[in-house]
């Protein structure tokens, strides 16, 4: 079984930058495929980014160019690094992963979510 655990969101004003990240505990051989997304009150969880083994990244338009996604799977941590926050961007963060694991020599891989954190841009 594998944890995903959330830390850095917080309050920020307009403009600021914040750090989230996911680190990953348990049987993990490696991170496979990882994602933020975000959820507001009455609306569905969003993509936000997304970034695959071999290092390519998507992004909604919404973050282009503001948000970079990345993976470190020496310490099994996905990180998000949020610049230029706007109100907009205000939401439950959470991240989800793929994850491979060896089991009696072959692979197996299992998705997982983190518990979510919250992330508030205003003045």
């Known amino acids: 079984q594998v944890e995903l655990v959330e830390s850095g969101g917080g309050l920020v004003q307009p403009g600021g930058s914040l750090r989230l990240s996911c680190a990953a505990s348990g049987r993990i051989f490696r991170i496979n495929d990882a994602a933020w997304y975000r959820q507001t009150p009455g609306k569905q969880r969003e993509l936000v980014a997304r970034i695959k083994w071999g290092g390519s990244t998507e992004y909604a338009d919404s973050v282009q160019a503001r948000f970079n996604i990345s993976v470190d799977n020496a310490e099994h941590t996905v990180y998000l690094r949020m610049n230029n926050l706007q109100p907009e961007d205000t939401g439950v963060y959470y991240c989800?992963?793929?994850?491979?694991?060896?089991?009696?020599?072959?692979?197996?891989?299992?998705?997982?979510w983190g518990q979510g954190t919250q992330v508030t841009v205003s003045s």
């Open positions: 989800h992963a793929e994850v491979i694991d060896i089991v009696r020599g072959l692979p197996r891989t299992d998705t997982y």
